[in-house]
């Protein structure tokens, strides 16, 4: 599976973006699709994940602001954010999870200014 991300930018905070994140290759292999971010110079941590049936998973500081979809004809995941903050900057990773196997696509810088 290979993943490609997109949608990133420059926005101001209170500003939305969508990202969307397009799987191809073994789609046999897709499962559970999610999105990650690292700001600099920190680790990269979970942001929301989506399962095959739909079920949605958020981290805890954007579970009032962003909406995680997909849209499994298309093979596509979708990260909505809105209501961005500054603390929101970072580049932002989609994940497939496919039991013990995990594929990145590259990253989408998100910048917030203040």
């Known amino acids: 599976v290979q993943l490609q991300a997109s949608g990133g930018g420059l926005v101001q905070a209170g500003g939305s973006l969508r990202l969307t994140c397009l799987a191809s290759?073994?789609?046999?292999?897709?499962?559970?699709l999610g999105w990650y971010r690292q700001a600099p110079g920190q680790q990269r941590t979970f942001v929301a994940t989506?399962?095959?049936?739909?079920?949605?998973y958020y981290e805890d500081s954007v579970k009032d602001r962003f909406t995680i979809s997909r849209d499994n004809a298309k093979n596509t995941v979708y990260l909505q954010m809105n209501e961005l903050k500054p603390s929101d900057t970072a580049v932002y990773y989609c994940?497939?999870?496919?039991?013990?196997?995990?594929?990145w696509g590259r990253g989408t810088q998100v910048t917030v200014s203040s």
């Open positions: 994940q497939n999870r496919n039991g013990n196997s995990v594929t």
């Open positions: 290759g073994s789609t046999a292999s897709i499962d559970d």
């Open positions: 989506i399962t095959r049936g739909l079920t949605q």
